[in-house]
């Protein structure tokens, strides 16, 4: 469906896209994760034909996206990441301006903008100017603006950010609605339980690079550690506390002030031994946590840095 | 999709509460005040009697015939603004003005003109002085010509030309001129006309991916942008003619003021349309040409007030000091255009002058457009 094919896009004599490929298939709900600055917007908007680039192909149902490829554009749906609509009309009116730039036919618009305010969950407020409305429903306009005349692929760049818990659940759930619906969603965010929730496959950018790709599990089995024990401390960085990782199963060891942070070779169950070693020791502890690996532990082992640095 | 977007963008316009205070009450707050003052000064001042004059008889005069001509022309004329008191000395004029049986007193120079003596500030100094400085340019100018191009000057001087350039017009009631201070208004009109650049610098921002995020949304569209900068633009044009319909129409009729709409319809339409759109074009063409929306819309009105202020506004004799100083200017300064228009019309009749200056911005419009375009075409947005 979207093929990228060895992209490079240089700002000046930095490289924000550096020599990338991916592939993303119909239907499916393709994640692009990295932390800030990673280039994941730069991917997105040389996608949609915004920026040019320095080489590569990028290839949208076997045909180049260019900007004026509206054949293209006609089957696409952007969510930008900052909202994007005027604030002098209202819901109802921002979403039928933006529908009316693909379909004409103003009766076949109607049912698509009920569609989309139905969708989004916005019918209470399609008289309200967007100003009266709070930071999750503007995200939520946002997305209706994007989807009303019902794209077949869909690109929301971070649609979550400041948004309140209720909104992102409902702004998760219907991503996951449009894509049940046959719409192939290419969706950027950093945070890595998002990712992990909705994403059928998932792309780890950083510094330009597409680092890996594959589903949530195949990411995690990709990677040597195993679960990440937590352990609270009741005194700071006992001297006995290095020999920790002489223990049979541990992966690693960090300390961080009255913090013992433990990751463990995959498969390995550690927390037992973990345990007494700090009661014959003496060591005392306040609460103890056991974190199955993620997303951000499989970007920490691959980078050297968490998602969020 | 035209319709569509004109449609809603007309809708966004009139719901935008600040760009409508800026585009027609704030003109009309102004113009209602400034002829609120303008009138009583009027009926305190200027409506008593003529600015009065002596004129020093020296050499210059005696070698002047021209001048004299023009003294005697308007001493003859029972409705001139002036009375002119030709004196043999210079000592015997100032003790005229000393004394106040005279406004001022000129003193004829074969290399400068006139000059004007004054003791105060006021209405009857300013019309004289308006009197200096036309009479002066004018002179000036023909003098000019016999140096570089004596023939011009002998056939215009044969076409009668110059006698009708060197009389100071006084208002002739006959064309319907109701206000004879109206031309303070005229660089109103022009700033109405030019504060339509706001609402295009909006629009242009609006498309533009760079400084909007509507941009960025606008610009993935099936659509080419210029279609869509098209619309808006008819938007905003739309718009700017109907607020100036009813800020001429309020001026005119409930003001009082003389627009020239009784007089001369088509020709007063036409001086506000194409100032419109000028004003319109040169929205876009500062939007094309200065980063972020707040420095538009700063650049916007600094340079719309700038160009109100050379036209003469709160300065009447700005635009003679321009046209004697830097005449280049004129081609450049669309609020001179439309106050050139207007003034040419209605205190003089001259309709030839109010079509120059109609072309003139509709030509100023087109270069403004034109390379709008071409620095849209030219741009690449490299950091989104």
Same mark, same amino acid.
């Given at each position: ?309 | ?213 509507? &941009?960025? %949304?606008? @610009? ?6 210029? *279609?869509? /900068?098209?619309?808006?633009? $008819?938007?905003?044009? !739309? ?52 980063? &972020?929306? %707040?420095? @538009? ?6 340079? *719309?007030? /700038?160009?109100?202020?050379? $036209?003469?506004?709160? !300065? ?69």
């Amino acid at each position: 469906m979207i093929q990228v094919h060895d992209l490079v896009k240089r700002y000046g004599k930095l490289v924000a896209i550096d020599h990338l490929s991916l592939r993303i298939r119909e239907n499916e709900i393709y994640g692009l994760l990295g932390p800030n600055g990673s280039g994941k917007t730069t991917l997105i908007n040389c996608m949609l034909a915004l920026l040019s680039f320095d080489n590569g192909e990028i290839r949208i149902d076997e045909k180049d996206m260019s900007p004026t490829a509206y054949d293209l554009k006609q089957k696409i749906g952007i969510v930008p990441q900052e909202v994007a609509f005027f604030d002098e009309l209202t819901v109802r009116e921002n979403i039928d301006y933006f529908c009316g730039l693909y379909v004409r036919d103003k009766a076949s618009r109607k049912s698509l903008v009920d569609d989309a305010i139905s969708f989004t969950g916005l019918s209470e407020f399609v008289n309200f100017r967007p100003r009266k409305l709070s930071g999750g429903l503007k995200r939520r306009l946002n997305i209706a603006c994007g989807i009303a005349h019902k794209p077949s692929i869909l690109f929301l760049d971070e649609p979550t950010v400041a948004v309140d818990p209720q909104s992102r659940n409902h702004i998760l759930q219907g991503v996951r609605a449009l894509a049940k619906n046959g719409v192939t969603v290419v969706y950027t965010t950093h945070y890595m339980e998002e990712a992990e929730q909705i994403c059928d496959r998932v792309g780890i950018i950083d510094k330009g690079q597409l680092l890996a790709e594959g589903t949530p599990a195949e990411l995690k089995g990709m990677i040597n550690t195993g679960d990440t024990i937590r352990i609270q401390l009741i005194a700071d960085k006992p001297e006995a506390l290095q020999e920790i990782r002489k223990i049979d199963g541990v992966h690693s060891l960090d300390v961080d002030a009255d913090t013992l942070t433990v990751r463990t070779m995959p498969g390995a169950y550690v927390l037992d031994r973990l345990l007494r070693y700090l009661h014959d020791r003496e060591i005392g502890y306040l609460s103890v946590a056991s974190e199955k690996p993620s997303l951000n532990t499989v970007f920490l082992e691959i980078t050297g840095r968490e998602l969020r640095d | 999709m035209f319709l569509h977007v004109v449609k809603y963008r007309l809708l966004a316009i009139i719901r935008d509460r600040q760009g409508m205070f800026w585009m027609l009450l704030f003109p009309i707050l102004l113009t209602s005040m400034m002829s609120v003052v303008m009138m009583n000064l009027i009926n305190e001042d200027m409506s008593i009697s003529p600015a009065r004059a002596a004129i020093v008889k020296n050499a210059a005069w005696n070698s002047s015939a021209p001048l004299q001509d023009v003294i005697a022309t308007l001493n003859a004329d029972e409705e001139s603004l002036f009375v002119f008191s030709p004196v043999e000395t210079a000592a015997e004029a100032e003790q005229m003005l000393a004394s106040g049986d005279v406004h001022g007193y000129f003193i004829p120079d074969a290399e400068n003109g006139l000059t004007l003596h004054v003791i105060r500030t006021g209405f009857p100094q300013t019309i004289l002085s308006e009197f200096m400085s036309s009479y002066t340019s004018q002179a000036r100018l023909i003098s000019d010509m016999f140096r570089t191009d004596p023939l011009k000057a002998l056939a215009l001087a044969a076409d009668g030309i110059q006698a009708s350039r060197l009389t100071f017009e006084p208002i002739d009631p006959a064309q319907n001129v109701s206000n004879p201070w109206g031309a303070m208004f005229f660089t109103l009109i022009a700033m109405m006309a030019l504060y339509n650049a706001l609402q295009s610098a909006t629009e242009s921002t609006a498309v533009d991916p760079t400084v909007y995020s509507v &941009g960025i %949304r606008q @610009r993935t569209m099936p659509q080419h942008h210029i *279609s869509i /900068v098209l619309s808006s633009f $008819a938007a905003v044009a !739309v718009m700017g003619l109907l607020n100036m319909a009813v800020y001429l129409l309020y001026g005119q009729f409930l003001l009082g003021l003389d627009f020239g709409l009784t007089a001369y319809p088509l020709y007063a339409a036409a001086i506000a349309i194409s100032g419109v759109f000028a004003g319109i074009a040169m929205g876009f063409l500062i939007s094309a040409l200065v980063p &972020g929306k %707040r420095n @538009r819309h700063s650049a916007v009105i600094a340079t *719309s007030m /700038v160009m109100v202020f050379l $036209a003469g506004m709160m !300065v009447l004799q700005m635009r003679q000091i321009v046209r004697e100083n830097a005449p280049f200017l004129k081609y450049l300064n669309p609020a001179d255009m439309i106050t050139d228009a207007y003034y040419g019309l209605l205190y003089y009749g001259d309709t030839a002058r109010a079509a120059r200056n109609i072309v003139m911005l509709l030509v100023f419009t087109a270069v403004c457009l034109l390379l709008t375009y071409t620095r849209i075409r030219r741009t690449r947005y490299e950091h989104l």
